[in-house]
């Protein structure tokens, strides 16, 4: 699942196509480690996106930008500057190496025209963005490199730029098809035939390599030792022209439950009835599709890190509370114990001789009268002891009634924060988290900054419709449930929820007709999916009017009781999800 040299070739092969001499009207960061060039060209504007994440990195066209940070960071701020309203006048690639230069031709401060060149190194952990003037030197990059991360090579503003160290394979564009199965044959015979081209030839990726023996071997042992030289030779000539044409296609391969599981530029066959693969109508097209879900997932996680934390660490410090006070409780029962201490003293007063450190009375309350020992502070009087087991007993009854309403409420704040942390796992942009942040603060879990009035973000349910036409809104986060649940619905609107789990409100809407079932189970379905469940394969959601759900007086956001209900068993679907309209 890597972009590999000869990948990155029909990429570039398209931003020329497409992008060439076209203008840098605008910059953005998203993030730390991806960048998006808006470019006008004469065909319209494009948006060019540079990613230097550990595991989709890569360079291509792209449909939707992500979200930006309300403040630019100052390496976008840079960018800008040295490179906002440039014109893309080239682009190169060492060979097939994992390593793509744009040249933007730019004015400086002073009016001059001047080339700056934006290197992207393709290279999985190791990826990143370097920007280089005209004379090779790095004006800075995307992740910095000094001695304590590399003693081989350093990217650091104002020194001279090194592509990164050669691996000493074979460059298809320049060697021969004898020169590829002349290198293989020299290795050792023992060796696999993918993991020997993988070692000999530049820019390829492993499903690459794989594809080759596929085609060679025909399912013969897979050992160098028996490889058709012939065969591998016409292989190795296809791919050399495909290389130097740029004339593969983009494929995508789907593992049978659905998922993108690999990509390249030819047909793959090696996966047989084992894996579906479809055509992509761009090279671009392909990597946007295939990493967009994936990327915005880890996008979020990023941006959500602060608030996962500081709830991740509520919710220790309330469970640490409920365990030390169910300990106490626990503690509590034995209290009659002590009101039984203080009977048998008061009962036997006169037989307690003062200063006694421990006192054997008979046991009146045991239907044997055992003798019961029981402990004295000599310090005291034998009746100031008796009065002391009676106030150690009301104290422990008073512990017990406070410590049973502290450890419900306990459990209620428990519960709200772990499902305010399920709309943090599943909160889709920023103004997600925005509402779910003004929600901790209103609840006092998030302190308002000084001089700043925290900022009402509004933001709609979302919005789906169902297969026969009726309309279906899901909560966002808490405060939205409780908004669409006892004030957007009607009283003869369909209610629905996980059934002890947490998740969504989901409504459908009756506009005054009868809800039909098949309604009903698509908006079970997207409850399913938009609840802490949505991974599992069998969720049970129940469903009532909504005239039968209510709201506990002092309850937490997002907290309903509800009566008359009837549960369905789905497996959480996107297929509606897709049908989304906001």
């Known amino acids: 699942m890597a972009l590999d040299g000869i990948f990155l070739r029909h990429i570039k092969n398209e931003i020329e196509k497409e992008a060439l001499g076209a203008r840098v009207s605008q910059i953005y960061q998203p993030n730390r480690e991806e960048l998006v060039f808006g470019l006008r060209t004469f065909s319209g504007n494009k948006k060019l996106l540079l990613s230097a994440r550990a595991n989709s990195p890569r360079v291509n066209f792209c449909s939707s930008t992500p979200e930006n940070p309300a403040q630019p960071p100052m390496f976008c701020m840079l960018l800008r500057k040295r490179i906002g309203g440039g014109k893309l006048v080239g682009l190169r690639q060492n060979g097939c190496d994992r390593v793509l230069m744009l040249d933007f031709e730019c004015v400086n401060e002073l009016g001059d025209t001047v080339m700056i060149t934006v290197v992207c190194e393709i290279m999985g952990m190791y990826s990143n963005i370097i920007i280089v003037d005209s004379n090779g030197v790095i004006i800075d990059s995307l992740k910095r490199v000094d001695l304590t991360m590399s003693s081989k090579r350093l990217v ?25 199965c002349t290198t293989v044959k020299n290795l050792d015979t023992e060796m696999p035939l993918n993991k020997a081209l993988l070692r000999t030839i530049e820019g390829v990726s492993p499903i690459v390599c794989r594809e080759i023996e596929y085609k060679v071997m025909e399912g013969a042992t897979n050992r160098i ?50 894996a579906r693969v479809e055509d992509r109508e761009s090279f671009s097209d392909l990597l946007d599709g295939f990493y967009e879900a994936r990327d915005s997932r880890d996008r979020m996680r990023v941006k959500s890190q602060s608030l996962t934390k500081l709830l991740n660490n509520t919710l220790e410090r309330f469970a640490r509370k409920i365990v030390k006070q169910q300990s106490e409780l626990e503690r509590c029962a034995d209290r009659e114990h002590l009101r039984i201490c203080g009977d048998l003293l008061q009962a036997n007063i006169y037989r307690i001789e003062r200063g006694a450190e421990y006192v054997d009375v008979e046991n009146f309350y045991d239907e044997n009268n055992a003798i019961l020992r029981i402990k004295l502070n000599p310090a005291i009087s034998p009746s100031a002891n008796a009065q002391k087991y009676y106030k150690d007993y009301r104290k422990a009854k008073n512990a017990e009634i406070m410590l049973k309403e502290q450890l419900e409420k306990g459990r209620e704040e428990l519960d709200y924060i772990d499902s305010v942390l399920d709309t943090v796992d599943r909160a889709e942009n920023e103004k997600d988290l925005s509402q779910i942040r003004e929600e901790l603060t209103e609840q006092g ?69 009868e809800i039909s079932d098949t309604a009903i189970f698509e908006a079970a379905q997207l409850a399913a999916y938009h609840s802490k469940a ?13 005239r039968y759900v209510s709201k506990p007086n002092g309850s937490k956001p997002g907290m309903v009781i509800y009566v008359n209900n009837k549960t369905l068993y789905v497996k959480p679907s996107q297929t509606i999800e897709k049908q989304k309209i906001q």
Request: aromatic content about 8%; glycine content about 6%.
């Open 445 to 513: 879990y998030l302190k308002v900054q000084k001089g700043k009035k925290p900022r009402q973000t509004t933001l709609p349910p979302l919005e789906f419709e169902s297969s026969d036409g009726f309309k279906i809104l899901v909560g966002r986060n808490n405060r939205q449930n409780d908004k669409l649940t006892l004030k957007t619905a009607s009283k003869n609107d369909m209610w629905l929820h996980t059934k002890d789990i947490h998740g969504s409100h989901v409504i459908v809407v009756s506009d005054g007709k």
């Open 225 to 274: 030792e028996g490889v058709l030289f012939d065969r591998l030779a016409v292989e190795i000539e296809k791919l050399k022209c495909v290389c130097s044409d740029c004339s593969g296609k983009p494929v995508v391969v789907y593992r049978e439950d659905g998922k993108p599981m690999d990509f390249c530029f030819m047909n793959v066959e090696q996966y047989g009835d084992f």
């Open 156 to 180: 650091l503003p104002n020194i001279k730029y090194e592509l990164p160290e050669s691996q000493n394979k074979l460059n298809l564009l320049e060697c021969t098809a004898l020169d590829v």
């Open 534 to 546: 949505r991974n599992s394969s069998q969720v049970p959601v129940d469903y009532t009017l909504v």
